[in-house]
């Protein structure tokens, strides 16, 4: 998978767009409000994982290797 943080940024606002069509019925509303309550608990979990990564990244930044066994997804691979 190859997606990005400013690929969730560009859905984020598709969906916004999608919200300001004035000429929606309220089905297509109540189906457009069900869709960006989705997307917002799936972005929520994207930005959850990529702050962990970050601090995992501060960590070894300012510990170096020592932090390394107890950070498994960056450290090495047990074999």
């Given at each position: 998978?190859?997606?990005?943080?400013?690929?969730?940024?560009?859905?984020?606002?598709?969906?916004?767009?999608?919200?300001?069509?004035?000429?929606?019925?309220?089905?297509?509303?109540?189906?457009?409000?069900?869709?960006?309550?989705?997307?917002?608990?799936?972005?929520?979990?994207?930005?959850?994982?990529?702050?962990?990564?970050?601090?995992?990244?501060?960590?070894?930044?300012?510990h170096g290797d020592v932090v390394l066994p107890h950070l498994?997804?960056?450290?090495?691979?047990?074999?």
């Open positions: 998978m190859k997606n990005k943080l400013s690929d969730l940024n560009n859905h984020l606002f598709a969906q916004l767009e999608r919200l300001e069509q004035e000429d929606l019925d309220a089905d297509a509303i109540d189906r457009e409000v069900k869709r960006a309550e989705a997307i917002v608990e799936v972005s929520d979990q994207v930005l959850r994982i990529a702050d962990t990564g970050l601090k995992a990244a501060k960590l070894f930044a300012e498994p997804q960056i450290g090495k691979a047990d074999s």
